[in-house]
């Protein structure tokens, strides 16, 4: 009996170089690059995502880059039921795929399933979500503490999409959405390798700065402008655009907006290494260590 195809995953902190490896393997590998990132699947958003360039998409097929619309929102279930199929057809003509990303929760999602969720009824989530756009994301923040502190201890409490979420259960439930979240695991027709990229956290502060910089110049403000009648939407909801949504509205100036994106962006970095790390199958390595990636590769290909 055949062995299963092999997914290569290249997970990791926002800046750390996962798009040009991820390219560099697939071409190496013959094959085609599926993202897990939860915001460059939207054709609307573009240089505040790090979305790659038109050369780099062009390099080698890709699959949830530009697949969606701002106006149709995508959540970790969305993103399954696209991806599988998507992965079923790919399989059937590469033994590897490559999946890049760093939004933790998705790459769970697709290798582990999700948890069944109770059921939220509309005017609870309706109240909630009118509530935190007039109080702002302290006023979520101690909620959380107060009712789910059992979430409040280790969940994304920066994200108002996970927080808001969190906050519903609970109040739906009277139960912390941690007591739904069991992981149990659901089968897969293929295998996984999940490398993780990292750097010295001070090459990564700095890769992030330059970053930054990079994007004003390409014009992130300018998109964050065009996207301004849309602020409302729940993909507009991340760093890169929350910052600039409040300079227009005269909340802070344009020096202070690039400031906040960048301490925004190394907290969100610092976020998405504490979660990676937690996770026990991870193989760590650097952004230029193609040899030693594609030797696991070849390794686990070649195992039953």
Not at 118 to 140: C, F, K, N, T, V
Not at 158 to 183: C, D, W, Y
Not at 184 to 207: D, K, M, N, S, T
Request: overall charge neutral.
């Amino acid at each position: 009996m055949a062995s299963k195809p092999l997914l290569l995953v290249v997970a990791g902190p926002t800046a750390v170089g996962k798009t040009s490896l991820a390219i560099r393997l697939a071409q190496h590998l013959g094959t085609s690059i599926l993202s897990f990132d939860s915001r460059q699947c939207y054709r609307e958003l573009g240089v505040a995502v790090a979305k790659p360039s038109m050369a780099e998409l062009a390099s080698v097929p890709h699959y949830f880059i530009n697949s969606h619309s701002i106006q149709q929102p995508v959540e970790a279930a969305g993103f399954v039921n696209y991806a599988l199929p998507i992965l079923q057809q790919l399989f059937s003509q590469h033994p590897v795929v490559v999946a890049v990303g760093g939004t933790g929760l998705y790459l769970q999602a697709l290798l582990h399933g999700l948890d069944e969720m109770p059921a939220i009824p509309p005017d609870l989530r309706h109240s909630l979500r009118r509530q935190y756009e007039a109080e702002g994301l302290s006023w979520l923040y101690q909620q959380l503490q107060q009712e789910d502190p059992l979430y409040a201890a280790d969940g994304e409490m920066q994200n108002p999409h996970r927080m808001l979420r969190a906050l519903e259960v609970k109040r739906a439930t009277g139960q912390s959405i941690r007591l739904f979240q069991q992981g149990r695991a659901a089968e897969r027709p293929f295998r996984w390798l999940c490398v993780g990229i990292e750097l010295p956290r001070p090459v990564l502060q700095q890769r992030i700065a330059q970053r930054i910089v990079q994007m004003q110049a390409a014009g992130m403000q300018q998109e964050a402008h065009d996207l301004y009648p849309l602020r409302h939407l729940q993909a507009l909801q991340t760093v890169g655009y929350q910052e600039w949504f409040d300079h227009f509205d005269g909340k802070i100036g344009a020096s202070e907006a690039l400031e906040q994106i960048t301490a925004h962006t190394r907290q969100y970095a610092k976020r998405q290494m504490t979660w990676f790390k937690k996770q026990q199958d991870l193989h760590w390595t650097g952004p230029e260590d193609d040899a030693k990636i594609l030797k696991l590769t070849e390794e686990r290909l070649t195992s039953i």
